[in-house]
């Protein structure tokens, strides 16, 4: 398992962008997929994006796609997640996760590591 630690949370207006980072530590990070998942109050964590161990072939569940961008840098043990046109649905926890499978999924249970999240907020 891997440590992570995500940063790059706040408030924002909708429509506008942030980026959030998530920085591993441990051995083992060029190998894992890593995705990023989040939770709204009273509501399920729910998948949001995922990139391969290569940083080639991404995922990205179907409220966010085409409006957030996920990458990698494994030089830097560092993964990037780019949000643009925000809404005030986007509002939530955000985690980052890693998968030692490699694959870009988006099932909860292929990762074994978390961080402690970052809090989203879009105000209307």
């Known amino acids: 398992q891997m440590q992570l630690v995500e940063s790059g949370g706040g408030l924002v207006q909708a429509g506008g962008s942030l980026r959030l980072s998530c920085v591993a530590s441990?051995?083992?990070?060029?190998?894992?997929?890593m995705g990023w998942f989040r939770q709204a109050p009273g509501k399920e964590r729910e998948f949001v994006a995922a990139?391969?161990?290569?940083?080639?072939?991404?995922n990205y569940g179907a409220a966010v796609k085409g409006r957030f961008t996920i990458s990698r840098d494994n030089a830097k043990n560092t993964v990037y997640l780019q949000m643009n046109s925000l809404k005030p649905e986007d509002s939530a926890v955000y985690f980052c996760a890693g998968d030692p499978s490699g694959a870009a999924g988006s099932a909860q249970i292929k990762y074994d590591s978390w961080g402690q999240g970052t809090q989203v907020t879009v105000s209307s």
């Open positions: 990139v391969r161990w290569s940083g080639e072939g991404t």
């Open positions: 441990g051995r083992g990070f060029s190998n894992y997929a």
